[in-house]
């Protein structure tokens, strides 16, 4: 099973095109140590011709355009591709934005949580995907799901959702709810274990996560690979930058370190290989020569890169 990590960074990318933040000017200037990154998905194979999506980013086009294995075959027809599905994680417009520029009527499946697909059935725009060409198709939490193309024909990968601590989508937020999450409910933010039956390993993506409470840590314990959520390193890290008034906690994402942090949580779990994913413009873990990298990877934990590739 190979995983493509198509896009590393959060919702705008990473240099942000508004941001002026020290990181996103040296990106924008070339700077050697800080990588740009497109928005936030993955890509998964069992057999290297049959692709699955989890998450469209709005940079889809361009993540496409850098990866041939999600191109049309030379030899096709005019108008193919061998992505067969999209997955997705949570309603973040970072998540399912890319979908509207796969609506040139290419037949595939969209799975994600009864949660998620409400969202894309109650916004007319996503008709532009034709539901009797792109198939939709609810993930039940806690439970296998072979993951097929639009006539149904299995792509070799299985998946199995489950939720985890997050936030319903900001243009989703109910501002009179603030005390209760804003409107938060079961199935707003899961998390996925992919897997093929040709191996027994298993891959978990995690892109949004709010806390590990012990359930999740029971779940993890010794992963074969987790792509885990590293938005921030700190908690208030977007407000010291002044570039926001939101801390990870208000935004549904935990920050990488200290006590509380996810390094802290998941640590001492057997976890084989660990990779933080979608990674805000602030966070200074991607300056690749900050002592903030090198703690991150002195604790046993990569930072995910476009075009960076898992096998298992």
């Known amino acids: 099973m190979r995983l493509k990590i198509i896009g590393s960074a959060a919702g705008g990318g990473f240099p942000q095109w508004n941001c002026n933040y020290r990181l996103s000017r040296g990106a924008r200037s070339g ?46 027809p005019m108008r193919s591709t061998p992505i067969r599905a999209v997955v997705l994680t949570n309603a973040d417009v970072d998540h399912i934005a890319g979908l509207l520029s796969l609506r040139e009527r290419e037949p595939f499946a969209i799975y994600a949580s009864a949660r998620i697909l409400d969202v894309l059935a109650s916004n007319s725009v996503f008709n532009v995907l034709d539901p009797s060409i792109v198939k939709r198709r609810t993930l039940v939490l806690d439970e296998p799901t072979r993951i097929g193309d639009a006539d149904g024909k299995p ?44 191996t027994r390993q298993a891959a978990y993506y995690v892109p949004g996560c709010a806390a590990v409470d012990p359930g999740l840590r029971r779940r993890l314990s010794n992963a074969d690979c987790l792509l885990f959520d590293g938005t921030l390193f700190t908690d208030d890290e977007m407000i010291t930058a002044g570039v926001g008034t939101k801390t990870g906690a208000r935004m549904g994402h935990m ?13 001492n779990l057997g976890i084989k290989r660990r990779i933080y994913i979608h990674i805000n413009n602030t966070n200074p873990v991607l300056d690749e020569a900050s002592a903030e990298r090198a703690g991150v990877e002195e604790a046993g934990w990569e930072v995910a890169h476009d075009g960076m590739e898992v096998r298992l």
């Open 31 to 76: 700077g050697a140590n800080l990588r740009q990154r497109t928005q936030s998905s993955l890509a998964a194979s069992a057999n290297g011709m049959d692709w699955v999506l989890f998450n469209a980013s709005p940079d889809i086009r361009q993540q496409i355009a850098a990866t041939p294995e999600l191109q049309p075959d030379a030899s096709g």
């Open 155 to 198: 792509t070799g990968l299985v998946v199995e959702a489950f939720a985890v601590p997050g936030k319903v989508a900001l243009f989703l937020e109910d501002p009179d709810l603030a005390a209760q999450g804003f409107g938060t409910e079961k199935g707003d933010t899961i998390g996925l274990r992919i897997s093929s039956p040709d």
């Open 255 to 267: 920050h990488m370190s200290g006590p509380s942090g996810s390094m802290d949580a998941l640590a």
